[in-house]
C-alpha cells in the first residue's frame, strides 16, 4: 500500500518556525517530483512548494519566498518542509503529494496524498 504520512505540524505562535516532514512507506519517493499544499479553513488548497526527484529543481509560491525551505533526503524517504517567521495566514492543513513525473509541472497527475497536517499560527 503506497502511503504518504505527514507530521510536524502544531500550535506556533507567529514568528516561530516548524518543519513538516512528508514519509512514504509502500514506494519510494526518490523516482518522483513531490509538492507541498495546505488549505485554509474556507479557502482553495494552494500548491506552496515542489521539489523535483533529484532535489535540484524547486519552486515555491511567491507569498511563501524566502519563508519556506523545501527539502528531501531520499535515502530517509522523506520529503521536508521548513517554515520560518510564521504568520497568522499561513494556518492551514498542510498536504505533501507525490507526482508520476520526477519534475515539478503545472499540471501535475498525483499517484498519492498524504492525510496532512495541521499548522495553526496563533498567540
Known amino acids: 500500500q503506497t502511503q504518504l504520512v505527514e507530521s510536524g505540524g502544531g500550535l506556533v505562535q507567529p514568528g516561530g518556525s516548524l518543519r513538516l516532514s512528508c514519509a512514504a512507506s509502500?514506494?519510494?519517493?526518490?523516482?518522483?517530483?513531490i509538492s507541498w499544499f495546505r488549505q485554509a479553513p474556507g479557502k482553495e488548497r494552494e500548491r506552496v512548494s515542489c521539489i523535483s526527484s533529484s532535489g535540484h529543481s524547486i519552486d515555491y509560491l511567491n507569498p511563501v519566498k524566502g519563508r519556506f525551505t523545501i527539502s528531501r533526503d531520499n535515502a530517509k524517504n522523506t520529503v521536508y518542509l521548513g517554515i520560518n517567521r510564521l504568520k497568522p495566514e499561513d494556518t492551514a492543513v498542510y498536504y505533501c503529494?507525490?507526482?508520476?513525473?520526477?519534475?515539478?509541472?503545472?499540471?501535475?497527475?498525483?499517484?498519492?496524498w498524504g492525510q496532512g497536517t495541521q499548522v495553526t499560527v496563533s498567540s
Open positions: 503529494a507525490a507526482d508520476t513525473a520526477s519534475f515539478c509541472r503545472p499540471e501535475p497527475n498525483f499517484i498519492s
Open positions: 509502500g514506494f519510494t519517493l526518490d523516482h518522483y517530483a
